[in-house]
């Protein structure tokens, strides 16, 4: 395509140089012609082209030679007093005869312009002699003009010319630039498309994204993956005892096999299980699905239930982002921290989901906050619970907005009500211990919210921080450190080291059976 307009613009360059060439020549004829038209002799012309000029200038009606005679007022009245002298001689008798009359052109140029006819040399040279020298001296003038205006119109032509010609260069160069910028963001298209294509295919390899009705979508492994980074960014935030926290301490020495969850679990990776199943698998090379890791057992059982508000208000200046950021990275250090650990997710607006992390991030803002009944779940997942440490922590930006009645009908408008339901069901959440209760209220300019946030707090005996969508993370990072007392089981007397305890490779571990939700 390029190679097109390379040779459209050599064309044009070509003729641009034609014809200024054929102007230049024009232009010196014409001037050699101007100066012989100064020093012309009219009884003998040779140019052509001067021929032409002449016989024009001959057939001007406006020339002095194509208008009639006119005699001026002296030679009127000199022939007025010729007539008298004549009459008085007649009458006295001495008569000298008739005047002679004044010689006429025997030719009237301007006739011969009119009927269309045109002069032939021998003609053009009769009409020469016929002129008096004033008036050849006129023709002259007249052709050295007939000539400079021939060559401002050749110059204005040629001018016109050069600039359609450069005019025609520019669309071209134009047209040029764009063919070449639509054929590089063709190149970075295809390039983009080969990058999007290879990346697709590693993500779905590594089961990260999947095709559901023609189009890719996040996996749960990818938000999972996401998660961890979220909790890596916000760690850096968090002061060293509560970062060190996060990781735990001393180890039990007792180990069971299992399949891989966290990236930090490597370090205890059964290598040949983990071959073994790759290959059962049918692949190569071992990957999360196929690791198999010695965990260490821990005594404590955990179960913990995040609420999130995902109502209308939520949407506004990017809180629910921030809060489904944060409630991953809370998720990921309760499971780092506790593999075995129940978690459990809602999302609540009018009505209140269980979700996994997936669902989580995908979630959409809904109506009006239920709060009522999303504690009313809350109370409903705990109570059958056997874990020693249960917590709730419950994320919102404003006042119970909506409650569910006994028909189990969602109800909306009398905010008093759903406050009362609100507080009804956190007296039927507080008969469950041991529970801690955190609320995080995102700021607001409605000293009414914050009333409502601490009566709730009060009656679950928990506790309250206000803060701000950016430190989110942070405070909820900091309140489940802050409660994380870790008890693990002591090893028996006479058990062997870690080392001495790790099972056989080919020989499957003991793996206890846990009660816990999404996925952990």
């Given at each position: 395509?390029?190679?097109?307009y390379?040779?459209?613009?050599?064309?044009?360059?070509?003729?641009?140089?034609?014809?200024?060439?054929?102007?230049?020549?024009e232009?010196?004829?014409?001037?050699?012609?101007?100066?012989?038209?100064?020093?012309?002799?009219?009884?003998?012309?040779?140019?052509?082209?001067?021929?032409?000029?002449?016989?024009?200038?001959?057939?001007?009606?406006d020339?002095?030679?194509?208008?009639?005679?006119?005699?001026?007022?002296?030679?009127?009245?000199?022939?007025?007093?010729?007539?008298?002298?004549?009459f008085?001689?007649?009458?006295?008798?001495?008569?000298?005869?008739?005047?002679?009359?004044?010689?006429?052109?025997?030719?009237?140029?301007?006739?011969l312009?009119?009927?269309?006819?045109?002069?032939?040399?021998?003609?053009?040279?009769?009409?020469?002699?016929?002129?008096?020298?004033?008036?050849?001296?006129?023709?002259?003038?007249?052709?050295s003009?007939s000539i400079?205006?021939?060559?401002?119109?050749?110059?204005?032509?040629?001018?016109?010319k050069?600039?359609?010609?450069?005019?025609?260069?520019?669309?071209?160069?134009?047209?040029?630039?764009?063919?070449?910028?639509?054929?590089?963001?063709?190149?970075?298209?295809?390039?983009?498309?080969?990058?999007?294509?290879?990346?697709?295919?590693?993500?779905?390899?590594r089961?990260?994204?999947?095709?559901?009705?023609?189009?890719?979508?996040?996996?749960?492994?990818?938000?999972?993956?996401?998660?961890?980074?979220?909790?890596?960014?916000?760690?850096?935030?968090?002061?060293?005892?509560?970062?060190?926290?996060l990781k735990?301490?001393?180890?039990?020495?007792?180990?069971?096999?299992?399949?891989?969850?966290?990236a930090?679990?490597?370090?205890?990776?059964?290598?040949?299980?983990?071959?073994?199943?790759?290959?059962?698998?049918g692949?190569?090379?071992?990957?999360?699905?196929?690791?198999?890791?010695?965990r260490?057992?821990?005594?404590?059982?955990?179960?913990?239930?995040l609420?999130?508000?995902?109502s209308?208000?939520?949407e506004?200046?990017?809180?629910?982002?921030?809060?489904?950021?944060?409630?991953?990275?809370?998720?990921?250090?309760?499971?780092?921290?506790?593999?075995?650990?129940?978690?459990?997710?809602?999302?609540?607006?009018?009505?209140?989901?269980?979700?996994?992390?997936?669902?989580?991030?995908?979630?959409?803002?809904?109506?009006f906050?239920?709060?009522?009944?999303?504690?009313?779940?809350?109370?409903?997942?705990?109570?059958?619970?056997?874990?020693?440490r249960?917590?709730?922590?419950?994320?919102?930006?404003?006042?119970?907005?909506?409650?569910?009645?006994?028909?189990?009908?969602?109800r909306?408008?009398?905010?008093?009500?759903?406050?009362?339901?609100?507080?009804?069901?956190?007296?039927?959440?507080?008969?469950?211990?041991?529970?801690?209760?955190?609320?995080?209220?995102l700021?607001?300019?409605?000293?009414e919210?914050?009333?409502?946030?601490?009566?709730?707090?009060r009656?679950?005996?928990g506790?309250?921080?206000?803060?701000?969508?950016?430190?989110?993370?942070?405070?909820?990072?900091?309140?489940?450190?802050?409660?994380?007392?870790?008890?693990?089981?002591?090893?028996?007397?006479?058990?062997?080291t870690?080392e001495?305890?790790?099972?056989?490779?080919?020989?499957?571990?003991?793996r206890?059976?846990?009660?816990?939700?999404?996925?952990g």
């Amino acid at each position: 395509m390029l190679s097109e307009y390379d040779r459209r613009s050599s064309e044009l360059e070509a003729v641009r140089v034609r014809n200024e060439s054929a102007l230049r020549d024009e232009i010196a004829a014409l001037e050699a012609r101007l100066k012989a038209a100064r020093d012309i002799d009219l009884r003998r012309i040779v140019d052509p082209g001067l021929l032409g000029a002449v016989q024009e200038a001959l057939l001007l009606p406006d020339a002095s030679w194509n208008r009639p005679y006119r005699p001026s007022l002296w030679e009127r009245i000199r022939a007025l007093v010729a007539r008298l002298a004549a009459f008085f001689r007649r009458l006295f008798g001495r008569s000298r005869g008739a005047p002679k009359p004044r010689a006429e052109r025997s030719l009237t140029f301007a006739t011969l312009a009119g009927e269309g006819r045109t002069l032939d040399a021998s003609l053009i040279g009769h009409a020469i002699a016929a002129l008096d020298p004033k008036e050849q001296g006129e023709l002259r003038e007249r052709v050295s003009d007939s000539i400079r205006r021939s060559e401002h119109e050749l110059k204005k032509d040629a001018e016109a010319k050069r600039r359609e010609a450069e005019s025609q260069r520019r669309r071209l160069d134009a047209e040029r630039d764009e063919a070449r910028r639509r054929a590089e963001q063709d190149v970075d298209r295809r390039v983009r498309e080969a990058e999007e294509r290879r990346v697709t295919q590693e993500l779905s390899e590594r089961g990260l994204v999947a095709e559901r009705n023609g189009e890719l979508t996040v996996t749960y492994a990818l938000v999972e993956r996401f998660a961890r980074l979220v909790l890596e960014d916000e760690a850096r935030r968090l002061p060293g005892d509560v970062r060190r926290s996060l990781k735990g301490s001393g180890a039990t020495g007792i180990y069971e096999k299992a399949r891989l969850r966290q990236a930090d679990e490597v370090a205890h990776l059964d290598i040949p299980s983990s071959v073994l199943e790759a290959h059962l698998q049918g692949s190569r090379h071992i990957d999360e699905s196929s690791s198999f890791v010695y965990r260490e057992i821990l005594s404590e059982r955990v179960h913990v239930v995040l609420a999130l508000d995902t109502s209308g208000s939520m949407e506004e200046s990017g809180k629910l982002t921030a809060a489904k950021k944060a409630l991953l990275a809370l998720y990921t250090a309760i499971r780092r921290r506790y593999p075995d650990a129940t978690i459990d997710v809602l999302a609540f607006d009018n009505d209140v989901h269980v979700l996994d992390l997936l669902e989580l991030w995908e979630t959409p803002p809904g109506s009006f906050t239920n709060t009522g009944e999303a504690i009313h779940l809350a109370h409903l997942l705990l109570r059958p619970s056997r874990a020693n440490r249960k917590e709730f922590f419950l994320i919102t930006d404003g006042l119970p907005e909506s409650y569910t009645d006994a028909d189990g009908r969602v109800r909306s408008g009398n905010l008093d009500a759903a406050l009362e339901n609100a507080v009804a069901r956190a007296q039927e959440l507080r008969t469950i211990g041991p529970l801690r209760f955190s609320m995080i209220l995102l700021r607001s300019e409605h000293p009414e919210y914050e009333r409502a946030a601490r009566l709730l707090t009060r009656t679950l005996q928990g506790e309250l921080v206000i803060t701000d969508p950016g430190r989110l993370g942070f405070e909820l990072l900091v309140r489940w450190a802050g409660g994380a007392e870790l008890s693990r089981a002591p090893a028996p007397a006479g058990e062997p080291t870690p080392e001495a305890t790790v099972p056989e490779p080919g020989r499957r571990g003991r793996r206890r059976r846990a009660d816990r939700r999404m996925g952990g």
